[in-house]
Structure formats: structure tokens, C-alpha cells
């Protein structure tokens, strides 16, 4: 270093020397006085005035002054100066006491938990028959439940759902029009096709017209003129085909393959059943606090195992109670065995009941007919047929035999437990051709002792006749039929035999008349029933 750098750098030491061990000034008002950091000139050595600089070492004369005050450090213990510093003070500090948490639970591994199975799917639930009745609410009218006459007479209170009432006189309509509405556009704009003469092919084929749907019936020649003309009438392209109903069908199902159309039969699809379960619904809404439903196997059971849903959702202390013919137990026998019964050889009238006896029960119509229904009872052809004339008597309308099943339970006393009870049955067809309904209604009236035929004896002599009917005159009976032969028997020549049907009010004026007859004409003959 030359002399010129020695000398500036001298000059600069002993000023800034000067300037650091010079006198403290006094603060100013607009400084900041901070106490625990001193200014920078305290931070390089004492502050002894006119003292000189001397190097720092480890002794006390070269002492360095502490960073902080002393007058600060009394904030945080007592002052006490070690070798230019701070005696620092322990200070434990206490944790709260420690919390012992919970074992965590035990993993298991997915072989130890027993696997739970999930409830099989309904087949059919209340929301599908809900949604069955609001969408048929518009189309189909909502029948009449009214107290019946009869009630009096066989000690319960009986409510008559009446679904003949419906625009083909039967239940079905309700099943038949929901499912033509399930169907797919293209399968509306070809059409369907039915056959056999039935309650369903009536109530098809009259919606499907309804709903601009082309729909053809394929009938066997044995369907009666009268019934084509009422599905000509409905506006369906009738086809007569073969000579019983199996040849309409496979004809149909041929016509259906070919050209696209849909084959509908009765069966236990999901929307047909939904359909026919609106009458539930009605049942509890038009009569409160009911006890007990008596409905008719109808429609492949269908009728019964939907209503049974709809009601025990909406009560399930509601008893429900099927009906079927005697002759053709199939219910019945399927619930003895725990499972439907095919091809069941039936011994029912089929002019009565019609193709009832070659419909077959479906596996979910049993289940839900097993799960759902309280009891089954078979009906003799005789209790219906009375019931039959019950319905034309006392409420003034012509049912069927199956739609008049329901009420022949109760006029059999087959349902004793139901005395004092509110009770409703289902009225649920009310097809018959007129000449039928006739021949049904003399049955009936013969059934009911109301109806009597006998033959007698009577001689030559004039006035013979006019005694007997002076007898049945004064015996109030209406005399509906006589016939007098004469020569019918050779070992009495002067004889001549009288035989005559008669009409009494019931069966106490019938049993008055039959004791006058047999003490007045031993030689008399009843023809029984």
C-alpha cells in the first residue's frame, strides 16, 4: 500500500473511531426509543467517554456489552452477569396428563362376514298399480261399490263391486287397456291380433280401436253370430278360423309372425296385472273400515292375486278371500302341493264358465296368491247359479257365473266367520248370450224349490181336472206348464195322466203345497231336481 492509500485510510479509522466513542446524543421526540435494541454504535464496544479502542478478548477489560438492556431483562428473571451474558433460568414445562385413546377395532377379513342375501325383487308392487290407475283414471269409469239388499238376510254388511258395469261388461278392460298402453309406438302402428271368444279378447279388442291400434280377432266357427257381431261392432277385422279355440289361436300366432302383429293373450304379464289391481285401490278408498274381500278367480287368477296386493299394502288386516268352481279347484290344489298344478283335467260346465277350465295358473300369479290370500273356497254350479238369480231379483242386474261366484260363497254359509262383518265382493263379468241366461235363470228357480214338476193321475169323469186346479188356484202357485195324456198306460183304460210345473213364492210355500197334493192325490209322483 503507498503512503497517499495509508493516509486516507488512517484519517478514515481515527474519524469513524472518534464518531463510534463519542458522547451518546440525546433522542429525539420523532425517534423511536426501543429498550430492548439498542443503536448501533452500543453493538462495537463502552461507551466510556474519551476512552480509546481497545481489542476485544476474553477478560473483563475487553468486555463486549450485552445485545440487550439490562433493564429489560428484569421482565424475564433476576439479572446476573456471567463472563458479559445472561445466567439463564431451567423452566420445565408440565404436559397435561396424557390421554389413552381406544384399541382401534380389529380388522376382519372379508371371508368372516356372513353374506347377507338381498330380498328377491316384487313381481308386482303397489307403485305399478298406482301408476296402472292414473294412467287408466281418464279412459276407464270408476264403478259403483253399493250396500246390498242382502245384507239383512244373511246377517253381514255387503258391498257389491260392481265391475260388469264396464263399457264390454267386464274387469278385464282395466288389465287389457294399461297393457295396449305399455306397448312400444311401432308396436301400436302394426297392430295386435287376438283369439278365442273371451272377456279378453272383447276388452282388447274394444280399446285397441279406442286407441287407433289395428286389431284383428281370429274366432272359431263355433263363436256364436251374436258375439261377432259385437267385435265388428267394436271396429276389429274378424276372421273366422278352425273349429275350436286351439286352431284360432295357432292360426294367430301364425298371422302374427308373418306379418309383425303382436299376439295378446291373458297371462300374468307384469302391466296386466297392475291393470286388474286398480280394483283393490277402489275397494279401500269407497268403503272405510272394510273387513274382508271376496273376489272370484277371474282372468288366470290374475284378478284375485292383484286385488290381494293392493289391498293388504293398503291394510293388511284386510282378509282376502278367492273363490273358484268346484268342479276346477286349481288353486286350491296348487297351494295343497306348494306349486301350480298343469294341465288339470277339469268336470266344470264349460257353457257356464266358458274357457275358465283351459286357463293354467302361472308361477308369480301362485306366489303372490300364496303370500297374499287368507282362504280359497270352491263353489258348487248350483250356489252360483242361485246366486245368479239372487243378482236378477234383488239387485236387478244379469251376471255370469263366475262374476256371481263371490256372493254364492256367502248364500252357501260357507263363510260363517264373517257374520256382523263389513264385507265387499267383487261382481266381475256379466257376459251371457241371452237364450243361456234364460235356461241358467229355470235352473235356478228348480235349485231354489221354487219350481216344482210332478205327475198324476186323474180319471175320465168330467170335472177331474178342474179340481186340481182348483187346488194349485187356491194354493196361490203359478202354474207355468201342464200336459194331460191320455192311453198312456194300458192296465188303466179309464186313466189319464196330468204332469205340471209350477212356480211358488219360496220354499216354505212349496213344501205347503207339496203336503196338500200328497194327501189329496196319493198316486202322485215329484220329479226332483
Not at 291394510?315 to 295343497?336: C, D, T, Y
Not at 243378482?391 to 264373517?418: N, Y
Request: with cysteine.
Amino acid at each position: 500500500m503507498n503512503f497517499a492509500a495509508q493516509l486516507f485510510y488512517s484519517s478514515y479509522l481515527s474519524e469513524r473511531l472518534e464518531r463510534l466513542f463519542s458522547p451518546r446524543p440525546a433522542i429525539k421526540d420523532s425517534e423511536e426509543n426501543d429498550p430492548f435494541w439498542e443503536r448501533e454504535e452500543l453493538r462495537l464496544g463502552p461507551s466510556q467517554p474519551g476512552g480509546s479502542y481497545k481489542a476485544v478478548c476474553n477478560g473483563t477489560l475487553g468486555r463486549r456489552p450485552t445485545l440487550i438492556e439490562p433493564e429489560r431483562l428484569k421482565d424475564f428473571g433476576e439479572e446476573e452477569l456471567l463472563n458479559g451474558d445472561v445466567k439463564f433460568h431451567e423452566v420445565k414445562a408440565v404436559a397435561p396428563p396424557e390421554i389413552k385413546l381406544m384399541d382401534p377395532p380389529k380388522i376382519r377379513r372379508v371371508s368372516e362376514f356372513r353374506i347377507v342375501p338381498r330380498p328377491p325383487a316384487q313381481y308386482l308392487r303397489f307403485e305399478d298399480i298406482s301408476a296402472a290407475a292414473f294412467t287408466i283414471q281418464s279412459v276407464i269409469q270408476k264403478t259403483p261399490c253399493t250396500y246390498s239388499r242382502l245384507s239383512k238376510q244373511y246377517g253381514m254388511e255387503i258391498y257389491l263391486k260392481k265391475e260388469h258395469l264396464h263399457y264390454t261388461g267386464s274387469v278385464k278392460e282395466r288389465g287389457a287397456l294399461y297393457l295396449l298402453t305399455s306397448l312400444t309406438q311401432e308396436q301400436q302402428r302394426k297392430g295386435v291380433i287376438v283369439a278365442t271368444d273371451c272377456n279378453f279378447s272383447m276388452a282388447v279388442a274394444h280399446h285397441a280401436v279406442e286407441m287407433k291400434i289395428p286389431v284383428f280377432a281370429i274366432m272359431p266357427s263355433s263363436c256364436s253370430s251374436p258375439r261377432l257381431r259385437t267385435y265388428r261392432d267394436y271396429g276389429a277385422m274378424v276372421i273366422s278360423y278352425g273349429g275350436t279355440g286351439h286352431d284360432s289361436q295357432n292360426h294367430a300366432r301364425h298371422l302374427a309372425k308373418e306379418n309383425g302383429y303382436l299376439y295378446l293373450e291373458e297371462d300374468e304379464s307384469e302391466a296386466y296385472l297392475a291393470g286388474l289391481g286398480t280394483v283393490g285401490m277402489e275397494i279401500f278408498e269407497q268403503v272405510p273400515k272394510v273387513d274382508a274381500v271376496i273376489v272370484p278367480a277371474a282372468g288366470q287368477y290374475g284378478l284375485l292375486a292383484s286385488t290381494a296386493a293392493a289391498v293388504k299394502h293398503l291394510n293388511s288386516q284386510i282378509l282376502v278371500i278367492g273363490i273358484e268352481p268346484e268342479g276346477f279347484p286349481l288353486l286350491l290344489q296348487s297351494l295343497k302341493t306348494d306349486g301350480p298344478i298343469k294341465n288339470m283335467q277339469s268336470n266344470t260346465n264349460k257353457k257356464l264358465y266358458g274357457d275358465f277350465t283351459e286357463r293354467s295358473l302361472g308361477a308369480n300369479t301362485f306366489h303372490l296368491a300364496k303370500k297374499l290370500i287368507d282362504k280359497v273356497i270352491p263353489v258348487s254350479e248350483e250356489d252360483s247359479l242361485v246366486a245368479m238369480l239372487r243378482f236378477q231379483e234383488v239387485e236387478h242386474s244379469t251376471v255370469d257365473p263366475v262374476g256371481a261366484m263371490g256372493l254364492a260363497a256367502i248364500l252357501a254359509g260357507q263363510l260363517p266367520e264373517l257374520k256382523g262383518k263389513k264385507v265387499v265382493v267383487v261382481v266381475s263379468s256379466a257376459n251371457m248370450e241371452p237364450d243361456l241366461v234364460r235356461q241358467c235363470v229355470d235352473r235356478a228357480l228348480v235349485l231354489d224349490d221354487r219350481v216344482s214338476k210332478f205327475s198324476l193321475q186323474l180319471g175320465e169323469w168330467p170335472g177331474d181336472m178342474a179340481k186340481l186346479l182348483d187346488v194349485l188356484s187356491r194354493e196361490d202357485v203359478r202354474l207355468l206348464d201342464v200336459c194331460h195324456r191320455r192311453h198312456s198306460d194300458k192296465s188303466d183304460v179309464f186313466k189319464a195322466k196330468v204332469e205340471c210345473v209350477v212356480e211358488t213364492r219360496d220354499k216354505t210355500q212349496s213344501a205347503q203345497l207339496r203336503k196338500t197334493l200328497n194327501e189329496r192325490y196319493p198316486s202322485i209322483c215329484w220329479l226332483d231336481r
